[in-house]
């Protein structure tokens, strides 16, 4: 804990970032093209043709294809080797700097609160990107459910290579001091804790607790349904993406599934988990897909279309999942 002094200080040290800029603006390391376009059309399965169809954009209002607004963001990504820099490593920005101050002092933990983005015009192939980050506010000190902290806002302009103005972001994050779990705090106080680790504990929030709560006390897995269409969904969420009604009930699985892709997890070993390590994506009887484990299994038998039944069962001290197992023809 901070003596007012010293929290008097840090808070200055912080608030002096507001409005100063993250550094130098960020220019995309790729023009935008077709290429990066289409692997992400693919994979968002968006099948607009001002996208992707040259043939039909040339025909269109624009002229030619454009990038979706929502990669916008994605152009001026700095790569994978961010992943690997370290909490003590010299800072690449200012934003980690600022980061590291908090770090210092304790707010640790960091988590995403919101995310507002506005597009004004579109990317088109062969646009260079750039972004120009600055710090807009940072709030007074605030007591959350995960811990005490600051939310820090940030605002990006997107531009092209003549200035335009294509979009702005919006991001927020909370910079907070972790709140004790209670098993930690039970061990570090010496008190009689398994020393086997368990796996890692689902995020709980109001649109999946219920899912979770049918696992843990019912040894259930339900899917959740629209009370107005009857379209079932999964994974749990607060609007059908078919007829966009907030009603829902839930039905329960069967549990009789078909494996719709695998992975076999070998490296790193992750502790709590037991190895060799299947996880699959299991296309549920009801029509739903369910990502899960298959157990008691080769993983050299793992094929996909395998038909698989599953049961919720404890998988550790602490933890109850739905884990299939093929079925024997
Ligand atoms: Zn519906």
Request: glycine share 8%.
């Amino acid at each position: 804990m901070m003596n007012p002094e010293e929290k008097k200080a840090f808070e200055k040290q912080i608030h002096a970032y507001i409005g100063k800029e993250f550094g130098p603006a960020l220019v995309g390391q790729d023009d935008v093209n077709q290429a990066m376009v289409r692997q992400w059309c693919e994979v968002m399965g968006d099948a607009n043709p001002a996208y992707t169809d040259t043939e039909w954009a040339a025909t269109s209002s624009r002229g030619g294809t454009i990038a979706p607004p929502s990669m916008l963001h994605i152009w001026v990504m700095q790569g994978y080797p961010m992943a690997f820099i370290k909490p003590d490593d010299p800072p690449v920005d200012r934003q980690r700097e600022l980061h590291q101050i908090f770090d210092k002092y304790g707010y640790k933990g960091v988590v995403a609160t919101n995310c507002t983005t506005e597009f004004f015009t579109e990317a088109k192939p062969g646009d260079s990107i750039q972004s120009h980050s600055t710090f807009d506010t940072i709030s007074d000190e605030k007591a959350t459910g995960i811990g005490t902290g600051y939310f820090i806002e940030t605002v990006t302009n997107f531009t092209n290579q003549d200035g335009e103005k294509l979009g702005r972001m919006v991001f927020r994050v909370l910079k907070f001091i972790p709140t004790a779990q209670p098993a930690a705090a039970e061990e570090s106080s010496g008190g009689a804790m398994s020393k086997d680790p368990t796996r890692l504990a689902p995020a709980l929030g109001h649109d999946n607790k219920w899912w979770w709560d049918a696992v843990n006390n019912d040894d259930k897995v339900l899917i959740q349904r629209c009370k107005s269409c009857e379209t079932l969904r999964h994974p749990p969420r607060p609007m059908c993406h078919k007829c966009q009604s907030l009603e829902w009930d839930s039905i329960e699985s069967t549990m009789d599934g078909t494996v719709n892709s695998f992975c076999v997890i070998c490296y790193p070993e992750i502790p709590g988990y037991s190895y060799p390590l299947v996880g699959a994506v299991i296309e549920l009887a009801e029509g739903t897909r369910l990502v899960s484990n298959v157990v008691d299994v080769d993983p050299d038998d793992m094929v996909i279309g395998m038909k698989v039944k599953g049961t919720v069962e404890q998988v550790d001290e602490v933890t109850k999942l739905p884990q299939f197992r093929p079925v024997k023809s």
